[in-house]
């Protein structure tokens, strides 16, 4: 028996995949108890170790890493989806003048480390620190998108476009209308996926001196004063972005979830379906 993307286990198969799935486990647990148990073998766990963050000071400081570090993000993310669907549009153009230069600057983008990037627009271009995170988030990020998009949009049956055209559709409007809509719940988890790269991207912003979570938390584990709590203070930050991915992970979820019921409890007018022949549609 097969689905339409993988053969379906058989007993044995489920049978082995149960047995690594314990042994994963149990190794995982092993792992996390020897760090722990060093952890504790090195006094990580005293008070002294985490007094620091009872200082309101410190605080703020991390406050003020958090809020830059979703700055960037949200910056970062809205125009890497903006620069992912122009360029997956472009990539989808009939016209060969328009899909090729498209295609090269994409494959361009996606091939060039994004901390690269960050250094030239920092200290090739002299932007700020702001402005070199933002936007070599939004090429990289946004080149990755755009195929994603694009394979999204091919992945639907060619039957639905073929229909559309045959109803006298305009390109634009099998793109928006019966494309999309269709291909939106198929891309959507790829898409978090890569929102949540993204996220984690923003911590490279610290070795251009973007005072995001990662430089913040680094300068107190740089105090002397506070006996250099670098450890402790990496945990902390590391729980932070933990956290934000978990959100928005959930959030992905929850927004997949309801867009799978609205396509479930209702179909909306005039939708064409593969097996539908032009004639049926218009009667």
Known sequence: MTSTLYDIP?????????????????????????VIYRFAQSGLFTYE???????KN????????????????????????VFGAVFAAARLSDHAWIRSPAAAIV??????????????????????AFVAVVVGLMLYNGSVLAEIFRAGVLAVPRGQSEAAYALGLRKTQVMTNVLLPQALAAMLPTVISQLVVLLKDTALGFIIQYQELLYQGRFIGSQIQLDSPIIPVAIVIAVIYIAMCLLLSWFAT?????????????????????EDTPAQVGA
């Open 10 to 34: 058989g007993p044995r198969a489920r049978a082995t995949y149960r047995t690594l799935a314990v042994v994963g486990v149990v190794a995982a647990v092993a792992i996390a108890g020897f």
């Open 49 to 55: 170790q985490w007094d620091w963050i009872t200082y």
């Open 58 to 81: 410190i605080q703020l400081v991390l406050l003020s890493g958090l809020l830059a570090t979703l700055q960037a993000f949200v910056v970062g993310a809205v125009l890497a989806l």
């Open 107 to 128: 494959e361009f983008f996606r091939a060039i480390p994004l901390l690269v990037l960050m250094f030239l627009l920092y200290f090739g271009l002299e932007t700020s």
């Open 254 to 274: 929850y927004l997949e979830k309801r867009l799978r019921q609205r396509r479930r409890t209702a179909i909306a007018p005039g939708a064409i379906h593969a």
